[in-house]
């Protein structure tokens, strides 16, 4: 069972990035797929999440407008959207995966995760 984040680099501020979440080991099809983020020196916060079984989505009020979450129709990837990039959004983006499809803003209610792929803003 594997996660695989990437898309990560550096990008000036206005900039544009689109993260991916490949799925491997198993079906991840009835899952909720999550993308976090993590800067030096803070905690893990929740970026969105979509539910692979009906196609929803819920984005943190501080993403939302700028990043969109999808999937690809095999429901082997998940890419995270992100324009008008910030400085403070820089951080080491992680992909993860709930089985209960609890849709959750919390890292404790996902069961997999990925190894995170760096993102730099510049200003």
Known sequence: VQLQASG????QAGGSLRLSCTASGRTFSTYAMGW????????????????????STYL?????????IS????KIRVYLQMNSLKP??????YCAADRLRKSSPYTSDY???GQGTQVTVSS
Request: charged content about 25%; glycine content about 16%.
């Open 88 to 93: 403070n959004d820089t951080a080491v983006y």
């Open 36 to 55: 976090f983020r993590q800067a030096p020196g803070k905690e893990r916060e929740f970026v969105g999440v979509i539910n692979w079984s009906g196609g």
């Open 8 to 11: 990560g680099g550096l990008v």
């Open 60 to 68: 943190a009020d501080s993403v939302k407008g700028r990043f969109t």
């Open 71 to 74: 999937a690809d129709n095999a």
């Open 111 to 113: 069961d997999y995760w």
